[in-house]
């Protein structure tokens, strides 16, 4: 992404529209006393970020603009800027109560407002530095990580095992096998970024790091964003660092539904062990945690509710708050600089920019990777004894089912879980100061066994705007009090795996998920509970992230709530943990993949990343894929001569 605030972008505004755009932008994003306010500048870089979102963005952006001007002329019988700024913000919040006009006003806001707040004057006004990339790092064994444009070996290439993939499923496997001395390439289809390119910009991260730029969604009786990675490290370069081990009930219920004890608790504790000391794994001093901690143990306290602090890879974590962006300071250990390193000192090799599109097959055996590159559009081939695919639960079954393999079973991209997640914010009189603290620090698992998990979700100055799904005086108001707001989310672990991942149009991926009524009453539940740990904690008001959702200033507001019919189209849902499409068992008629990762119907091929943890995990499920790869790369390792 180009740095939207330089002066080279030529608006494509007319004049009408410019000033209809600068109005509203005005008065969507009001100077506060603290918070700076929207102008021309804003506008600018929105029309930007549209046009660099996607192809017909810039357009979308000014029917956007023309749209609610010219309702502005229905209801006012005015354009919009010609109407002072009272008839402004009662108009913005008689759109906010609307069922149908509430839907562009929330797209425009949001463009607004992720320009507006990457700005390094909205950064300065809370104290704060912006844009602070580390240091480039030396890339360790940077002779071994070649572009795939850069690699001309004229004739395939020869190896033991070939990876595609360098999440936490690639990057594990092929460490292990390289460590055990065979011969390891991996295939990654995102670039190698170093310290100087993790700035905390919430855009350039979802321009750069994220795959489809952050916008693959599931569709069904409400929209989920799917966030995911596309670059070295996978989506372990740009998470929060949560590591939970999978929990015992629910091990147990995987090994009781595959008939096996292969994924006991006793057996895969010496994996979660292994990896564990590996990342370094434990939980942050609570100074890093920040007074969210108090607040969580205060209200536990007060409801006789059971909290904990979350084990994180971050063990020199200098909290500053942009994880799921990238970490500035190298302080988390993501497997761009733990095991990926510490395989190319072991003699792997690494393509990046280097999209697997073919498994190569002979002989009904899987011997390798067709693959091509990002901009000259070469194709190389990689020969291998193993072909091992990691691309992550919603890339690995589109590639599999776009050449109709390994699909005997018609289970391949069936299955998905998305363990849909959703927050809470609170306003307190106590200085917290969220932006400078851990994001995930502490959790509340006192309603765990039913699937509910309250974790802190605490974000930086860019990201705090998108926790308010409204506009105007009320968001100036509680952007100025930003020194005083902690947030929480809720992870419902879904009932049902009734999500599906297909090939959609232009091979990006289809995926579909139906929102059961039983997980959307535990999320209103989970949603309930976080009001009731703030409130027990001294919140003076309660913020949920929904669509046309109360703010709760008053115990008769949150007993309204409670008794709230909810929606699927009322949360603002996301899901970071898509799971499940390529299923592991032993009966080759109902799985894909057998106990030890491998294809029923293509020896050769295994499979090791999210897509082949057996169901929801219940928990934030990295150190199960990281377990589980640890425990594949021993049974790959049994199969090669
Ligand atoms: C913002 C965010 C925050 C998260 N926070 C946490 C957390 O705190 N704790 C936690 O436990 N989990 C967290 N997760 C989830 C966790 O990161 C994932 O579950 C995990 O990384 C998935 O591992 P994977 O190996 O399946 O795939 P990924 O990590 O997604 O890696 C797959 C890799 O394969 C590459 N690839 C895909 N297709 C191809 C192809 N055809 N050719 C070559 N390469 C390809 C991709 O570019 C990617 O780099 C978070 C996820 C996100 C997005």
């Known amino acids: 992404m ?20 600068v109005a509203l932008a005005r008065a969507i994003i009001p100077q506060g006393r603290r918070l700076p306010g929207a102008g021309p500048r804003t506008v600018q870089a929105a029309e930007q970020l549209a046009e660099e979102m996607s192809a017909g963005g810039g357009l979308f952006f000014r029917h956007l603009v023309t749209g609610l001007d010219w309702l502005a002329v229905l209801h006012t019988g005015s354009r919009f800027h010609k109407l002072g700024p009272g008839e402004r913000e009662s108009l913005l919040r008689s759109w906010e109560r609307s069922k149908v006009l509430y839907w562009p006003l929330f797209a425009l806001s949001g463009l607004l407002k992720s320009a507006h707040f990457d700005h390094q004057e909205v950064y300065h006004a809370y104290g704060m530095e912006h844009r602070r990339g580390g240091p480039a790092e030396k890339v360790r064994w940077v002779s071994q990580v ?40 991996f295939l990654e289809e995102g670039r190698l970024y ?9 855009l350039t991260a979802h321009s750069k790091f994220y795959r489809g730029q952050g916008k693959v969604a599931s569709w069904g009786n409400t929209m989920v964003p799917v966030l995911m990675g596309r670059l070295v490290g996978g989506s372990t370069a740009i998470n929060t660092g949560t590591c939970f081990r999978t929990p015992s009930w629910v091990l147990d219920r995987w090994c009781e539904e595959m008939g096996s004890d292969e994924l006991s608790p006793e057996r895969m504790a010496p994996h979660f062990e292994r990896v564990e000391r590996a990342l370094e794994i434990g939980p942050s001093d609570a100074e890093l945690i920040g007074p969210i901690g108090d607040i969580v143990a205060r ?29 500035p300071s190298a302080a988390r250990l993501s497997m761009d600089l733990t095991y990926i390193p510490k395989a190319l000192e072991r ?40 072909v091992v695919l990691a691309c992550g639960a919603v890339p690995t079954p589109v590639l599999l089912q776009q050449q109709g393999i390994c699909n005997r079973s018609g289970q391949v991209g069936r299955n998905l879980s998305l363990h849909p997640g959703a927050a809470v914010t609170g306003l307190f009189d106590d200085l917290i100061e969220c932006y400078k603290r851990v994001p995930q620090g502490v959790g509340v698992d006192q309603f765990h066994r039913q699937g509910v998990l309250l974790l802190g979700a605490q974000g930086p100055v860019n990201f705090a705007a998108h926790l308010f799904p409204f506009s105007g005086q009320r968001l100036a108001e509680v952007m100025d009090d930003l020194d005083r707001v902690t947030t929480m989310g809720v992870l419902v672990a879904d009932s049902t795996q009734n999500g599906r991942v297909r090939p959609g149009l232009g091979g990006d991926p289809l995926i579909t998920y139906w929102l059961q009524r039983e997980d959307l009453d535990r999320m209103h539940q989970g949603m309930v509970h976080i009001m009731e740990l703030f409130w027990a904690a001294g919140a003076r008001k309660l913020f949920p992230l929904g669509h046309r ?67 929801p995990t219940a928990v934030n499920p990295q150190l199960t894929i990281m377990a589980m790869a640890d425990r594949a790369a021993g049974l790959i390792a049994e199969r090669l001569d």
């Open 194 to 202: 170093r310290r100087d390119a993790f700035t905390g910009s919430v």
């Open 2 to 21: 180009t740095n939207l605030y330089s002066d080279s972008h030529k608006m494509l505004l007319d004049t009408g529209q410019y000033r209809a755009a």
């Open 549 to 615: 959702m109360p703010v709760i200033e008053t115990e008769a507001q949150l007993d309204a709530f409670k008794s709230l019919r909810v929606g699927p189209t009322d949360i603002l849902w996301t899901s970071f943990h898509p799971l499940g499409t390529v299923r592991m068992g032993k009966d080759p008629s109902t799985s894909v993949v057998g106990l030890d990762h491998q294809a029923h119907d293509l020896p050769g091929l295994f499979v090791v990343d999210g897509s082949t943890v057996f169901g």
């Open 299 to 327: 209200g536990c306290e007060r409801l006789g509710w059971s909290h904990f602090k979350i084990p994180r890879n971050a063990p020199d974590c200098d909290a500053q708050a942009c994880c799921d962006f990238g970490c």
């Open 347 to 386: 003699g792997a090799v690494l393509l990046t920019e280097t999209r697997a599109t073919e498994i190569l097959v002979e002989n009904g055996r899987a011997v390798g990777v067709k693959a091509v590159t990002a901009r000259c559009q070469r194709t190389i081939s990689v020969r291998a004894q193993a």
């Open 146 to 185: 070649h572009r795939g444009d850069d690699w001309d070996p004229g004739e395939p290439i020869e190896c033991d095992v070939v990876v595609v993939g360098t999440g936490p499923g690639g990057a594990i496997v092929g460490k292990e096998l390289a460590d055990q001395g065979h011969a390891v390439v």
